[in-house]
């Protein structure tokens, strides 16, 4: 008898881990579900039109790979139960004046970017600088940072953002994870951030306007740090001018996006550790 108890209590599963199978079960089918019913279905009918232009124009190892990668993304966010296409939630966020609208990174990019911040992330606090549904605030989460960080303007995409992350935040590697709900313009940014990404969120006074907050914080508190600015290869490097940026390197970025990946680095930072290098060997 109690041999077939003991058999019976391997052979039933708790209920404990009935719940949460079932509950990652509906995580899984919850994405999928929002997909099917938001999802432009219209643009299917132009996929094969789509497929023959590429075919003819880049050729048949450029299509191929561009199909792998169509979708092998939606199965990774299927995987992770999460949404960051721009048509995901059905929302709709359109550029108004210097305020863009959301269009996610190129997933294939993120490698290149997350390896030139790496390896030691503990050091470092990211902020993706208007980060809409979410992909790059998950996607630095996946890598030990001590604090990751986005802020977006649409209360919408923040919200969405936050959800998500809420769902999957026992797979990532970054404890401390948040979407904060501001204008660039507004937000102050906090004295730990060191790495920064900005995919062309905004330009003219707003893009003014953030970089001035992040002086302001930078003079507060004097640190290293790294912007990781992507904007459209076909525009100007509005960087470029800034006195206090210095331009450090290239990303290869281009063969996935049309966006080019330039990573700057604040001069007073440099500035100041030359001092202390001066001063350290002086007092050698
Ligand atoms: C090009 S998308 C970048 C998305 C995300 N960073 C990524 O790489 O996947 C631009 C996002 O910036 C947001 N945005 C535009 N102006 C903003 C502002 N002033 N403050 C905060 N977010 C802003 C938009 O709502 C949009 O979601």
């Not at 995580?27 to 497929?51: G, H, V």
């Not at 709709?92 to 609208?101: E, Q, S, V």
């Not at 996946?142 to 802020?151: D, S």
């Amino acid at each position: 008898m109690a041999g077939v108890c003991r058999l019976l209590r391997h052979a039933v599963p708790r209920p404990d881990y009935l719940v949460t199978e079932a509950h990652a079960i509906l995580i899984q089918l919850c994405p999928f579900a929002i997909m099917t019913n938001k999802f432009p279905w219209y643009k299917l009918t132009r996929l094969p039109s789509r497929f023959k232009t590429r075919l003819r124009e880049r050729g048949i190892r450029d299509t191929v790979a561009w199909v792998f990668y169509q979708v092998s993304w939606r199965w990774y966010e299927w995987r992770m139960g999460i949404q960051t296409d721009e048509h995901g939630y059905g929302v709709d966020c359109p550029d108004a004046g210097d305020y863009n609208g959301y269009e996610p990174t190129d997933y294939r990019c993120l490698p290149t970017i997350f390896n030139y911040l790496g390896p030691d992330f503990s050091k470092s606090v990211f902020l993706d600088y208007g980060c809409g549904l979410g992909r790059v605030v998950i996607s630095a989460a996946q890598h030990p940072f001590r604090r990751v960080l986005g802020v977006e303007y649409s209360e919408e995409l923040a919200q969405l953002a936050n959800r998500q992350i809420a769902r999957i935040a026992p797979r990532l590697r970054c404890a401390d994870v948040q979407v904060i709900h501001a204008d660039a313009v507004t937000f102050a940014v906090p004295e730990d951030v060191n790495a920064i990404f900005l995919l062309n969120s905004f330009t003219g006074a707003v893009l003014e306007g953030a970089l001035l907050q992040l002086r302001a914080s930078l003079r507060s508190r004097p640190r290293e740090l790294n912007l990781i600015y992507m904007f459209p290869h076909d525009y100007v490097d509005r960087l470029s001018k800034v006195d206090w940026l210095e331009a450090v390197c290239e990303l290869p970025t281009q063969k996935w996006s049309y966006f080019k990946c330039v990573v700057y680095r604040n001069i007073e930072s440099q500035r100041a550790d030359q001092t202390n290098e001066i001063l350290s060997s002086k007092a050698d």
